[in-house]
């Protein structure tokens, strides 16, 4: 194991946090996105469209990919129960509103890879996102986010 991560006595431990006990810190996790079979780059062109991992224009079950994610899920709310600085933001009903989740959006792709969101699908979350932190009573040192794109 190497030196950094050993064990240290408790009396040589560092305290872990400098900050003044009148700030709170303010944990955000960010349950998984949808994680489809098939990396929709593999699917996007005419020439590898047939290829039998993208079977199903790369689209599936809302409630099969739910079940995919549910153990972290009721561990992220387990915890975000357990401590009341602790939230969850979740893009997965942006991500697929409906019974059929697709690795695209109005014709562009959601997802770089099966379990990445490409550029635009950042951009799509990326105001709802920013309404979450802004929404944090006090949120953190009242830092302001843009939540649309500048012209």
């Not at 357990?82 to 697709?102: E, K, S, T």
């Not at 890879?113 to 309404?131: E, Q, V, W």
């Amino acid at each position: 194991m190497p030196p950094s991560c050993e064990r240290r006595p408790k009396s040589t431990r560092r305290s872990g946090s400098t900050a003044s006990p009148e700030k709170k810190l303010e944990v955000i996790f960010v349950a998984p996105p949808p994680v489809f079979k098939a990396p929709p780059f593999r699917c996007s062109d005419w020439f590898n469209a047939m290829n039998p991992i993208c079977v199903g224009r790369n689209q599936q079950s809302r409630s099969e990919l739910e079940s995919l994610r549910k153990p972290i899920v009721d561990t992220m709310a387990s915890l975000a129960k357990a401590f009341p600085n602790v939230r969850i933001w979740d893009p997965f009903p942006i991500l697929c509103p409906g019974d059929i989740c697709g690795t695209q959006h109005d014709g562009r792709p959601l997802f770089f890879d099966g379990d990445h969101l490409s550029g635009y699908g950042n951009m799509l979350l990326y105001p709802y996102f920013a309404r979450a932190i802004a929404s944090i009573p006090d949120y953190i040192g009242g830092l302001r986010f843009r939540t649309t794109r500048a012209s």
